[in-house]
């Protein structure tokens, strides 16, 4: 049996109860769960249970010896960088629930200090695992699109338009999508003035070294949807120089509709494709890998920190109404 890591939660939320805490529970023979503090004392104690312990205060948590990881799920996000820096400098490893900071600046300093104090750093962008985007991924390696020159990476509803909230992963896809550096973002959101914490729905155009261009958008979702059921949304598209598809959302691999591959050239085959049919890793099975086999992170920080500051290029250009250049920008 292989070393099992002790994690502490800061922050007893929704994110924590829905997702980090069930992800871990099921791999007993790789994590166990210390315990949880949060601000609401109330919170922790609920989250705890008789199982695990609601510490005190967050100094009691860091310094518990045992403790290998923690977890930081807090709100509101400018309460990420002193959480983060706090657990760093006192030896922790630390996931941060995204986005990572405020800042890119904030972002660069969590990095450097988790570099001086040799612990990994990491953010949890989850959707990188979403079978929709990896679907995606795979139909432009096999090279059925040629040579890709624009793919529309979009969610229909989000959360009310928050670009720091479900627009964070459509930012860190997007720069999954082209690996070559960024060079130019123009964007547009209904609240421009208000930030990119409230700036409404919107679209953003981000242009690279090399093809493609990629397209990112949150739109509301018409209420009919609600009301007479949602159907099977497109969350991508891509064309390239021999063919287009369209990319739909998949929830589970079973899903064969969603799973069907859609091309403008070709009927649509309706076997499900093979890498859908192998379970996948979830995000705590590559953390694992990370910390105990020295395996690449599947979100290295400066990847998390390169989001951040994109949407402070994309708020920038939504509020001056222009295209911006791409400074800035870690390699």
């Not at 986005?99 to 200090?113: F, N, V, Y």
């Amino acid at each position: 049996m292989g070393r099992v890591f002790r994690v502490g939660f800061c922050g007893a939320g929704g994110i924590v109860r829905d997702n980090h805490l069930p992800a871990l529970e099921a791999r007993p023979d790789r994590y166990a769960v210390a315990g949880f503090y949060d601000v609401a004392a109330e919170a922790s104690r609920k989250m705890a249970g008789t199982q695990y312990t609601a510490y005190a205060t967050y100094a009691d948590m860091l310094a518990d010896p045992a403790l290998d990881i923690v977890v930081i799920a807090t709100r509101p996000l400018s309460t990420h960088l002193p959480a983060a820096r706090e657990a760093l400098a006192a030896g922790k490893h630390v996931v941060l629930e995204k986005p990572m900071a405020s800042t890119a600046r904030e972002c660069d300093e969590l990095i450097a200090l988790a570099r001086r104090q040799g612990r990994v750093l990491t953010v949890h962008h989850n959707r990188r695992l979403d079978l929709d985007f990896l679907a995606l991924q795979e139909v432009i390696r096999q090279g059925k699109l040629g040579e890709v020159r624009l793919i529309e990476n979009r969610v229909d509803g989000g959360y009310g338009g928050d670009f720091v909230d479900w627009g964070v992963h459509l930012v860190d896809q997007s720069l999954r999508l082209n690996r070559s550096p960024l060079r130019e973002v123009s964007a547009t959101f209904c609240q421009p003035a208000a930030g990119i914490g409230d700036c409404g729905f919107g679209e953003t155009l981000f242009r690279f070294a090399e093809p493609p261009v990629v397209l990112l958008a949150m739109m509301p979702r018409p209420q009919e949807f609600l009301l007479n059921g949602t159907p099977a949304a497109t969350r991508f598209y891509a064309a390239g120089t021999a063919a287009a598809c369209v990319q739909r959302v998949i929830e589970d691999p079973r899903d064969l509709m969603n799973a069907t591959q859609n091309f403008d050239k070709a009927r649509p085959d309706y076997a499900v494709p093979s890498y859908l049919e192998i379970r996948r890793k979830e995000y705590y099975d590559f953390l694992y890998g990370s910390l105990a086999e020295g395996q690449p992170l599947l979100v290295r920080p400066e990847e998390a920190r390169n989001a951040i500051r994109a949407l402070e290029l994309m708020e920038l250009s939504a509020r001056e109404n222009r295209a911006v250049a791409a400074t800035d920008m870690l390699q």
